[in-house]
């Protein structure tokens, strides 16, 4: 379902400052996943100056990607997309998904707006790594559509959207890509001489979205900086600008007996149940001096959000109308050392969150709970580059736990460790640019007996591996032509595996597997660059072919009183449904 949608949007920037302190370490130009952090040459000239008409359709041809290894986004093989502070001014959604589906390659689930992931090439969910600062979400979004992603997009100073050899470096789940959200939150620069405030305030007439969102930077005794965020948004239900249901379920509903289910052919206008309201508040400090930055920081969220109505078409079963009360509690960590040798820069990242959301039927009462607690944690040496030869090269490891509580329990209490080795080798020889990474990865996933879903103990181990090489030639000045081949392993998830019973708010009752083995992808994507002053041509060309793709397979039952269809990660379809097994399709797919 789709509107038009008008916005206003203000951005107001008010430095009593004349600008930032920039600053950098001889001999490096490395940034950990900051686009103001590095040359600040660049990043003076690319800042968007307020009242500059030229700079609302500024040239992104310099733009330098900081996600992984810092290079300009034309240096960077595979697709890519980047939305910078003067894109997302205008883009900012209330959503991750609903804010980048308008780039090349990029679109959107259809749960209701506030519940909206990115979508990229068509993979999504575990095939998609969503990160804040190149840490994942540590929340429960990849457990059901209907589950929002918890980052939120109105604080973000850059999004980016990797595919190709750079993905690899956060996890082999990345098959789709990476979305990496950089705020902020944990100071990179100091104020050069007094505080820092922005604002942005913004209204969308589609489902009369209001949105304020502001934040303050303090220097504090010697280098530290303290920063403050907050930002409220709310929204009603969204018109759709024409019918409810498409098409094909029309004629279903125009075709049933019933005569309530016909009068469903009828609906128009604005999406029933698909109003949201979110706050949010950080706290963060940071120490910097030149190249060395070492900080933390606390974000808190909170988000109440409708679920769109699944009508079914069978008659005597009750549409339910839920809402998801979702809340998290954050704590992030990063250290950046500059070091002299093979060496130039460590890195380290790390995050913990606590994780709830209660799904509550159209009375208010609470169906199920969902609770997650874990951890991520990245370690990084960034080499010096040598003759035109760089890279990083790391460790990752992830512990979470999974619980949910309620009538509508499906999944057992659970837990995911995975333990992850990467590198990311480049090498530059004049025209020529030659890219390649490797990962491998230990999981270990575990569930306990469970009396409610007759479920035994069970464990799975996976080791699993990835790599990827590509090259990139000037064949012309102005033009770059690039092919990469890449494979991607990864280990079933937790719900593929182990879940057995009804999801409410998505209206499925899923049923694992827990036999599944790893899912493969290889893939081929042919590049093309070209760069002629304000213009700028990217195009790809990208073929995959999976192996045990691990997909939703309907049984033909029903399970008591749930008309649902299975199963997470679904896209929402309203129709009449049965419940489904995850199985492996051992035949290839193209």
Known sequence: MIS??????????????????ETT?????????????????????DAPQPGNADDA?????DDVVVTGVRRKANDVLGGISVLDEADLTREVRPSIGETLARQPGVSATSFGPAASAPVLRGLSGDRVRVLTDGIGSLDLSSSGPDHAISINPVTAERIEVLRGPSALLFGSSAIGGVVNVIDARIPRRLPKNAVGVTALASYGTAA?????????????????????????QKSDDLRTGGHILSKDLREQALASPDPEIQTLADLKGKLPNSAAESK??????????????IGASITRHLATYQVPIRYSLVSGVEAEAPTIDQEQTRYDFRAEIPVRGFFSQIRARGGYADYHHDELDDTGAIGSSFFSKGGEGRFELIQSERAGWGGTSGLQYLDRNARIEGDEKFLPDSRQRQAGLFTLQTLVSGPLRVEGGARVEFSKLTADADEQLATPDRSRNFTTWSGS?????????????????????????IDELFSNGPHGASQSFEVGNPNLNPETSVGVEAVLHRQSGPVTLNASLYYNRFSNFI?????????????????????P????????????LVKRLA
């Open 57 to 61: 359709h500024h040239d992104h041809s």
């Open 25 to 45: 370490v001889a001999g490096t130009d490395v940034s950990a996943t900051s686009a103001t952090s590095g040359d600040s040459s660049a990043a003076t000239a």
């Open 551 to 571: 997909f939703q397979a309907p049984t033909g039952e029903t399970e008591g009183i749930f008309p649902f269809s299975n199963i997470s990660r679904a896209e």
């Open 469 to 493: 090489l590509g090259g990139q030639y000037e064949f012309s000045p102005g033009w770059r032509a690039g092919l990469t081949l890449s494979r991607s392993s990864r280990a079933p998830s």
């Open 4 to 21: 038009s949608r008008l916005a206003l949007a203000a951005a107001l920037s008010f430095l009593a400052s004349p600008a930032w302190a």
């Open 573 to 584: 379809i309203i129709t009449a449904s049965r419940p489904r097994r995850w199985r492996s």
């Open 280 to 293: 949010e508040g950080a706290i963060g400090l940071a120490y910097v001096d030149g190249g060395l930055n």
């Open 208 to 232: 009369n979205e209001r949105l304020i969102n502001g934040s303050v930077d303090v220097p504090l005794a010697g280098k530290f900086v303290v920063h403050l965020d907050g930002n409220w």
